[in-house]
């Protein structure tokens, strides 16, 4: 799948080469886009992930899911990914080794 459909209703897909993370916000999900936008659509990161699984998305955290080949770096003092347009997403402490090991 080359897109994420955001909207069944109206059809709306979004790129997923365009995606560099999703940022969940309780019922809502915002796109970080590498345009430097941002996008807020009213589903769940969950809804998202299950899309995007088989793409080079990781869950990195239960607010976070990132394209893996958008990272930068990684701030080990901070625990936070480094990503394209300056934008940070936290690790969690399950996942931290898990992707350290991919990765680092």
Known sequence: MDFVVVNQ???????????????????????HLQNGMKKVY???ISYFEEQL???HFIRIHRGFLVNSSCIVGYDKTENKLQMQNNLEASIS????KQLISLFF
């Open 9 to 31: 209703r109206q059809k709306t897909r979004i790129p997923t080469q365009n995606i560099i993370m999703l940022e969940g916000c309780s019922n809502y999900t915002i796109f």
């Open 42 to 44: 009213a589903h769940t």
């Open 53 to 55: 699984i088989h793409e």
């Open 93 to 96: 402490r399950r996942k931290k």
